[in-house]
């Protein structure tokens, strides 16, 4: 996969007209290399979709569904790294970007809040609705990096849901990680997503800490209650690896009181949302800077991004 | 090089027409010539642009045209695939594509330069587009020298040369009286061969230089300036003249970007297209949840003169400005990126 | 006479008025903004001003290209409650009178300078003038604060819609059903949908345009003959009975098609049907399609 540095403010230029490093797709001899006589197939497209099914939904709140999409014929239509993002669609509707959740064998899983023309269309179908789907797209969080150490998940509301997909991949893998602290909140317990992996399957992960919070106080909930930020803070949680989504009000809050904390801002990784349409790289509108959130992102460190235009 | 009278070029033009899907540049006004109407012909103006031969076309070879041949490679809209919906199913048609070879005859120098950007953009980088891929491989590309300027070209501040091209199949150069041909590629040998018949020799005919430009700008250290000018008050400065407009994006040889949406003939029946977006509109960047990162026309400006003389040198190794002019001679309010870039020059940054 | 009224010996004379006027006020501090014209980057180009400081007011010029009509700038100054100085044309300050009708911009945070127009001349061929002059209707601004007079001022056509109505109008008018429907077949055709028409467009002044609405979306960003003819046919619909003439939704077209024509045809039918003067001449009289009389022809019900 093709990863883009993120331009060194202090670096140099290639000469005009001039790409030093040549890609692999790099069309060789300039406009020569086109003639017709030598016109090979084109490959495969990227941006066309292939026909998939959403065999299950599940209702996570009043505006969130999870929705499990298995290929036409019953195999996993991509296997994405955690992190990365699949194009669904319902072709009346149109076509919208989604972190991929989770996954089994056969199929992948995207949980969708409610709001926009498409998020509202998928909210009302049924199981055995087929749709379209491509991907994956974007770079998927840092594994690697991550190996070993001990990892902080901090979230709101449905951004666990790309958070999640590296929770899934870290109680999987659970011998090549550290202890694992998750800290979530939302408005209120309805507005809690996964509520099975949060009640059920994950306080039985070995070396880990869960944490759970909501905005205001409801009479059924004996938990903590508070915003996520300041929680974060109560905990205070030892400077280690953390992994923040969640709305903007909440990251801006949360990446404030980490680095209060005394996190390294290289060890601060976030998620972004843009507006998307192709997914690879072309059609323009996510960028930040001169990187594409589709393809260069979503994930990035705080160090990244403070290097980049606060233009998000 | 040898060389045919300009008088003669349909000669040529007609001997090309029936082997390839051929190019040519088209004055504007005659766009509405239809057999059935005559009284009217000159009724609508238009602006000049790459058309399809036929015999009979009022060819435009005095300048560059109105609207650049971006579109044949990356046309406004254009039909990706079909999806149709019965019951619960989804059925996905692709697009049939076309072998036909392609010939784009009488590019100039600067349009050249922005077909190497538009490369560089959807054939490199990690994924290839297949619908650019498709149209450009099978395309061969006539330059030809410019003999003359617009007021407001400045290709030559650019660092281009505009009487020749050396990545062109072939180079057409203007000798005054007659056009001379000078293949540069294999390909381009080849067709000039099929049709030398039409030619004689060149011996030591000279291309016609065009005048001095008289728009220069100074691109030197404008990169590197912007680096540190993204807070800089020049954009609340420039921004409150921008209409909003997509003139500049839509003339503009390097502007790629592009939005997917579908026209439906019925619900269950969808044309999934994709067609030129511009940076420009508000609608451009905001999300379904309706926050914008780019809400006011002072970023929307920001991020189009950033992206053509910063982002894209960062992503794409070069500038994606090729002094064709399209925005200085069109745009309404003359918000236009020869004079930004005098502005970035003359702007003062405080270390 | 009015001191409110400066003559000028020549046009030449006009960009040394402007910059006095342009000082003074924002030396005063009555005003924070003025809206003007400066030189662009060729001798053949102007281009809209935006001068905060009373120092730069020299940068202020008029000249045969100051084409843009700057009012519809207002708009981005609507609620700030600051007051903004403004340059017009005898045409614009027809589209400034609409805005201030349509209460889309109040009087009293305007100051109105205005220029009585000696002309404007093709970029392209300095001898030829302007497209937009030919519909001008009033070379003299209907309203003002200040006038800068000159005596080479442009004698305005007599007639509504102006020699370019009557030249270019009865032409698409004496062509077949089927020459005329291919005529704006074409049109749309090579239209773009870059909305500079729109944009520039002083009467279009909705904050947000029905073109660019996402839920419902009207329109979507396909470019096709039968959306194209959507969007001119609807905008034409929309600022029937409003539009002032001021050409230049025809003046920005990148394509130059004649986008004006249709308004043209709208504006001459409402002004015959109804035995009314053209939209916006005063501020004392409401546009035809804005005030309801029970006389009213009601021959299109």
Known sequence: MYVHKIPNSHGTYETQGVLTTPDTNTIHGGTTGYAPTSAGPVGPNPLLPQRGIITKIITETPDTKTFCITGIDGTKPFSPQPGQLGMLSLPAYGEAMFSVTSQDDTHLHMAIKAVGELTNALHEIEEGQECGIRGPYGNGFPLEFCRGKDLIFIAGGIGLAPVRSLIEYCINHRADFGKLTIVYGARSYADLVFKEDLFENWPKVANKDLYITIDRAEETWDGHVGFVPSYIEELALSPSVAVVCGPPIMIQFTLANLEKMGFCPADVITTMEMRMKCGIGKCGRCNIGSCFVCLDGPVFTQEQLNAMPAEY | MRKIAKTRIDDVLRALAPRYDLYVPVEGATTMRTPTATLWQEGLENASRFRLYEEGLPLYWRTNTGLSPKDLFFPQTEKMYTAISQGKTVEIKEESTNAWPIILFGVRSCDIASIDCMDRVFLQKGYEDTYYKNRRQRTLIFALGCSTHEDTCFCTSMGIDPKASPTADVQISDLGDAFGFTAQSPSGQQILASIDSLMSDAYTAQPVSPDPMLINVNLEGVTEKLETMFDHPLWDELSPRCIGCGTCTFLCPTCYCFDINHKSPTHAHIVKQRSWDSCMFVDYTCMAGGHNPRPSKTERVRNRFLDKLLYNRQRHGRVFCVGCGRCVSKCPVSLEIATVIQKIQAAEVTP | ?301
């Open chain 3, 1 to 301: 006479m009015n001191e409110n009224i400066i003559q000028v010996p020549d046009k030449s004379g006009i960009s040394k008025i402007m910059r006095e006027i342009a000082g003074d006020l924002l030396r005063q501090q009555t005003i924070s903004l003025v809206i003007g014209w400066e030189k662009g980057i060729l001798p053949n180009k102007s281009a809209p001003a935006f001068i905060t400081q009373s120092q730069d007011a020299e940068k202020l010029i008029f000249d045969e290209y100051c084409y843009h009509n700057l009012t519809k700038y207002l708009l981005q100054r609507k609620g700030s409650g600051l007051k903004t100085a403004i340059f017009v044309k005898g045409c614009d300050s027809r589209s400034l009178v609409g805005l201030i009708q349509d209460n889309q911009i109040a009087r009293e945070d305007i100051c109105i300078i205005g220029i009585s127009c000696p002309g404007l001349m093709e970029e392209r061929n300095i001898v030829i003038p302007a497209k937009k002059c030919e519909i001008c209707y009033t070379s003299v601004p209907v309203e003002y604060d200040f006038l800068i007079d000159c005596p080479e001022t442009k004698t305005a056509n007599d007639e509504p819609g102006g020699s370019y109505a009557h030249r270019e109008l009865p032409r698409v008018e004496n062509m077949t059903l089927d020459q005329r429907n291919i005529y704006w077949q074409k049109m749309f055709e090579n239209c773009i949908r870059c909305y500079a028409c729109r944009n520039t467009c002083p009467v279009c002044s909705c904050k947000e345009c029905c073109f660019d609405q996402a839920n419902p979306t009207w329109l979507g960003k396909g470019n096709s003959t039968s959306d194209n003819g959507f969007y001119h046919l609807v905008r034409a619909m929309h600022v029937a009975g409003r539009c002032v003439g001021c050409g230049e939704c025809e003046r920005v077209c990148p394509m130059n098609l004649p986008v004006m024509l249709l308004n043209n045809k709208l504006s001459l039918s409402i002004e015959e049907l109804f035995d009314e003067p053209p939209a916006s001449l005063s501020l004392d009289v409401t546009a035809t399609l804005n005030h309801f009389k029970p006389d009213d022809p009601e021959e299109f019900m």
